[in-house]
């Protein structure tokens, strides 16, 4: 339904001017509650958090915008709203630039009670989504780190993922940075550092800090110890290093 701008009174169907006088219409208020309620289903939310990733790294390029447009597509498939794609291409242009309210719209969609498959199927098309380009830019792996934390997605679920986009040459350098200290579940990344998953971030830096300026070779040099007691404390050290790091990235701080 639209209400003319000149006369007020409401005309049905999809006129752009007015029945009754002829002028150009607008639309009311309920058709902008229809968009509020299209963008706070989880369809919508989905569309909201894809636009972050598709604009985080730069401009929305061609291959990034085909993509949008088969989510549209399949998305309309369960859907016979009319006005579906109107509505998504609206909050790709609202939602795109805004990063401030990552937290806010992935709470809401937890609100729906969604399952841990639905929650696996969405990390999925972020990362595809980003990966589209032929990269993984740090950006992008931020923001979905980000998502993945606030969705409560058990982050070697999501590191699954990732691996089935990550090209042979990047998985074989992340297979040579971690080779030294074995791979860490995130679980493991607590207990190497010493540190409860409910404490605060200070706490596991302070932990990280004490582990690291024990195991540290250059101080244990000085001490005289068995080659192999300092070969272990070495391979320590890594460990405390690669444990901390992966646990900032999935705490995202």
Excluded: W
């Amino acid at each position: 339904m639209l209400e003319c701008s000149a006369c007020g009174k409401d005309n049905k169907g999809t006129n752009k001017f007015c029945i009754y006088c002829g002028m150009k219409m607008r639309v009311i208020k309920e058709q902008i509650s229809e968009y509020s309620k299209v963008f706070k289903s989880p369809d919508g939310l989905l569309v909201a958090l894809l636009s972050k990733v598709a604009k985080s790294d730069g401009n929305i390029v061609q291959e990034e915008a085909n993509f949008m447009g088969k989510i549209y597509d399949k998305l309309s498939q369960s859907n016979s709203h009319p006005n579906l794609r109107k509505f998504f291409k609206e909050i790709l242009a609202n939602e795109k630039d805004k990063l401030d309210n990552v937290e806010e719209l992935c709470l809401a969609l937890l609100g729906f009670n969604i399952t841990n498959r639905y929650k696996l199927d969405m990390i999925s098309m972020l990362v595809e989504l980003a990966y589209i380009d032929g990269r993984y830019s740090p950006k992008e792996e931020k923001l979905i780190v980000k998502i993945v934390h606030y969705l409560q997605v058990d982050y070697e679920e999501y590191k699954k993922i990732v691996a089935l986009y990550t090209p042979k040459e990047e998985k074989e350098q992340e297979k040579q940075s971690t080779s030294s200290s074995g791979y860490l579940t995130i679980d493991e990344c607590y207990t190497e550092l010493k540190t409860s998953k409910d404490a605060d971030n200070l706490t596991l830096k302070k932990n990280y800090r004490k582990l690291a300026k024990e195991y540290h070779s250059d101080i244990l040099q000085g001490k005289n110890l068995p080659e192999d007691l300092i070969a272990f404390a070495d391979e320590k050290f890594k460990a405390v290093n690669f444990a901390y790091e992966k646990l900032k990235k999935y705490r995202n701080f």
